[in-house]
């Protein structure tokens, strides 16, 4: 009599480590990456070879029984294949920004206990702190010359050597589902601009079920044209917003790129059948401004998040026919939780009206629940405010897309977690068709004369100008006001704008209320902004609080 399953036949463990294999089964000479190395040559791997590779450096860590293994990279096929290689070994990833200090770096790698560092050529001199630490913990330099040199390809070699003295067992000795659905798959810290990172902890069930979101809420299954996904958003974000196993789960080509360069990109765009990518609206806006920019024969859909976008910015992306799809999320949601989604009756509107709906955050995403927008301080009891896009609420979030909670921090997790639904700290309104619009963050809407100012708003409006290519707007004291809004602006160069001429406008449009219009508009160089491309507010206000002390000691 044969043995009696302890699982039940209809369930099985979800993992989306289970998505590599599976495309190599399917399809294994199909293109899985396209990369331009280090030393500039053009780098292309099926899946066969993709899933290959992943496999034999999950040999490697489990022969040398790792458990946390950091990633520290730029976007390239190594960053990939330890993404698939760590989980499929049982271990946990912890994929941190490169363009973080040394100290900060030795920081979140010393908190997530990692035993085992893969580190790209470029960055591994950023570990100099935590080798002088940590002496013990092997570091595994790849060198991105597509050649088998240097640390990480001769633990891949050594991970070939391993799997053919198991019998070429391949994935089928792996570990491609989860022991526990609910077990840690990846820590992925958070950009700690106000404070110490904190581990996010991702589990396997709920990053299958937001990569699953993402092929269905961006279409990257779309036969018969393969997806073409190009790497623009940092794989290190948020586990890159859950793509590395969405693109992976349609056998899409993963199109790597070492760094954001505005030209390149634009010749990978005219010259490869790409039709995805992921980007700030900073990265968008200087996409649109560069003189590469072309309309392109096809149609690519990108997925803007990070920054609240404008509608001018929407207009003029589509006109080169890089087509956006508006996201709201979190390192805490994996990524996209909210989006937006384009409606036909739109087509009817003028085009104000139809960038202006595009822009907004929209709806929740299909794996995850309804979102809510709730009225803040109400403690344990929460409101939701109207859906008349009036009313200002914070966003809070509940179900599969949530993370687990923060590691070894049950203080900020209780926090995180307060009423049973996940705080996002994103003021929003609610519009009565079910739509959220994001205004801004708690700390940055302005209070003028007991009336919430919309910077997020304002700065809308200012993108409108034709010389304006960014804008950020904060409060700054006023005597009779409390505070006033201020604006900062990058003009376009090829707009000699003035600041004055810029008020002058804004003063005069009819969108702009008089209590709303900035008092002052500053044209910088450029505008502060964090390693993943959002504007940093705080800075901005930390320089004019520095101006307003120096003027009064006058």
């Known amino acids: 009599m044969a043995a009696l399953n302890a699982d039940p036949v209809h369930l099985h463990t979800l993992s989306p480590t289970q998505f590599l294999p599976r495309a190599a089964a399917i399809e294994p000479n199909a293109p899985a990456i396209y990369h331009i190395t280090l030393k500039g040559k053009v780098l292309r791997r099926t899946y066969g070879e993709f899933a290959k590779r992943s496999a034999a450096l999950a040999y490697y860590i489990k022969e040398k029984e790792h458990k946390r293994v950091g990633i520290l990279a730029t976007n390239t096929p190594a960053f990939l294949e330890s993404v698939f290689g760590i989980s499929g070994a049982g271990a946990v990833n912890v994929a941190i920004n490169y363009r973080l200090k040394g100290e900060d770096i030795q920081y979140i790698f010393e908190h997530a206990e990692v035993d085992m560092i893969i580190a790209d050529v470029q960055y591994a001199p950023l570990l100099v702190k935590f080798r002088e630490v940590h002496n013990d913990i092997p570091i595994l330099v790849d060198t991105d010359t597509g050649d088998n040199d240097g640390p990480y390809a001769q633990a891949i070699l050594r991970g070939l050597e391993i799997d053919r003295r198991l019998g070429d067992l391949g994935w089928a000795g792996l570990q491609t589902q989860a022991t526990g659905e609910d077990d840690m798959l990846a820590l992925s810290y958070t950009s700690g601009t106000t404070s110490r990172p904190k581990g996010v902890i991702y589990t396997h069930r709920s990053a299958y079920l937001a990569a699953m979101g993402n092929v269905v809420e961006s279409q990257l299954n779309q036969s018969p044209s393969r997806c073409g996904y190009l790497w623009v958003l940092p794989m290190f974000h948020a586990m890159g917003w859950t793509f590395p196993w969405a693109v992976t789960a349609v056998r899409g080509t993963h199109y790597c790129l070492r760094k954001i360069d505005y030209p390149r990109l634009w010749h990978i765009l005219r010259s490869e059948p790409i039709t995805h990518l992921c980007a700030a609206p900073t990265v968008n806006t200087m996409l649109c401004q560069s003189k590469e920019a072309i309309r392109l024969p096809r149609k690519v859909q990108v997925t803007v998040a990070a920054s609240p976008p404008s509608g001018t910015l929407f207009e003029k992306m589509t006109s080169f026919n890089l087509h956006p799809v508006h996201a709201f999320g979190m390192t805490e949601t994996y990524g996209p939780v909210i989006m937006s989604y384009y409606l036909p009756e ?161 003063k005069e449009t009819s969108e702009m209320g008089r209590f709303t219009t900035p008092r002052e508009v500053e044209v910088v160089d450029e505008l502060p902004k964090t390693t993943t491309g959002k504007i940093q507010k705080k800075v901005l206000r930390e320089i004019e609080d520095k101006r307003q002390k120096r003027k009064a000691n006058l």
Not at 353 to 370: D, E, N, S
Not at 417 to 440: C, K, N, P, R, T
Not at 459 to 483: C, F, R, S, T
Request: hydrophobic share 40%; charged share 25%.
């Open 346 to 506: 739109w087509d009817k509107l003028d085009a104000d009206q139809k960038y202006a709906k595009m822009a907004r955050q929209g709806h929740g995403v299909i794996t995850g629940l309804p979102v809510r927008v709730i009225k803040p301080e109400q403690g344990a009891c929460l409101i939701d405010v109207a859906r008349d896009g009036k009313e200002i609420g914070e966003i809070i979030i509940q179900g599969n897309l949530c993370a687990k909670g923060y590691y070894k921090d049950p203080t900020e997790t209780e926090k995180l977690f307060s009423g049973g639904w996940m705080h996002s700290g994103d003021l929003a309104v609610w519009h009565e068709d079910g739509a959220v619009q994001i205004m801004d963050r708690a700390k940055d809407i302005i209070i003028s004369g007991g009336e919430n100012i919309s910077s997020v708003a304002v700065e809308n409006i200012l993108m409108k100008h034709p010389g304006v290519v960014e804008a950020a707007v904060i409060g700054v004291p006023d005597a009779q006001w409390g505070e006033t809004p201020k604006a900062f602006i990058v003009r376009d160069p090829n707009t000699p704008t003035e600041g004055t001429d810029i008020l002058k406008w804004a």
